[in-house]
């Protein structure tokens, strides 16, 4: 049973143009998440995170937003650019896990030029 | 200043051999986690360290897995009489404190 899901394979978006990534999650002892972004043969990278206590969390142009009663993230990344092909996996925790992560299947963006 | 670094990057090894991976994390950081990332999936959580101690390993999949970190700093990952589905990358990831891991490139074992 997947805890974090994302229902989206994959995304392609025009450079300049928004992408917006989406994550749904089960588990209500979640309480903080988070966005990696990983290329081909490198780990997952630390992009943004957000704690439940708030709806919205922005860093340049990455905007994660929370909305907890719907149990749904999701990552916004505008202006996109073609550096940002990755694959984007969306995590979560709960603090009384030892911060262990679980993850999404994650979304593969292609932005193009 | 040194990311998490994880030996083998690849690994082949014939099905019922014994294989050990490790994972150097960084510096001062006392959490240590891994992940194992089967193809087209998310990492799915294996086992967690603090310091030396590990405090879950409700993770691993078989009692063939094992894993240590007796010196609170570097770690082994233990894989015995490898199967095909064992096959995967291997992510270590470490923390300081909080929720944010950084993660090393993995290693990739291919059970052939």
């Known amino acids: 049973d997947q805890q974090v899901k994302q229902n989206s394979p994959s995304l392609s978006v025009q450079e300049g143009r928004i992408s917006i990534l989406n994550c749904d999650y089960t588990?209500?002892?979640?309480?903080?998440f988070l966005w990696y972004k990983k290329y081909p043969a490198e780990g997952p990278t630390f992009l943004i995170s957000?704690?439940?206590?708030?709806d919205k969390n922005e860093d340049g142009r990455f905007t994660v937003f929370l909305n907890k009663s719907a149990k749904h993230l999701s990552l916004h990344i505008v202006p996109s650019q073609p550096g940002d092909s990755a694959v984007y996996f969306c995590?979560?925790?709960?603090?009384?896990?030892?911060?262990?992560?679980?993850f999404g299947g994650g979304t593969r963006l292609m932005v193009k030029p | 200043g040194a990311g998490v670094s994880q030996s083998p990057r690849y690994k082949v090894a014939k099905r019922g051999q014994d294989v050990a991976l490790r994972c150097d994390p960084i510096?001062?950081?006392?959490?240590l986690f891994w992940y194992q990332q089967a193809l087209g999936q998310g990492p799915e959580f294996l086992t967690y360290?603090?310091?030396?101690?590990?405090?879950?390993k409700s993770g691993l999949p078989s009692d063939r897995f094992f894993a240590e970190r007796p010196e609170g700093s570097v770690s082994t990952l233990k894989i015995q009489r490898t199967q095909q589905e064992d096959s995967a990358v291997y992510l270590c990831?470490?923390?300081?404190?909080?929720?944010?891991?950084?993660f090393g490139p993995g290693t990739r074992l291919t059970v052939l």
């Open positions: 957000i704690s439940s206590i708030k």
């Open positions: 990831a470490s923390g300081r404190e909080g929720n944010e891991q950084f």
């Open positions: 995590a979560a925790s709960a603090n009384n896990a030892g911060n262990m992560l679980t």
């Open positions: 360290f603090q310091n030396e101690a590990q405090l879950d």
């Open positions: 510096s001062g950081h006392v959490s």
């Open positions: 588990n209500s002892m979640f309480d903080y």
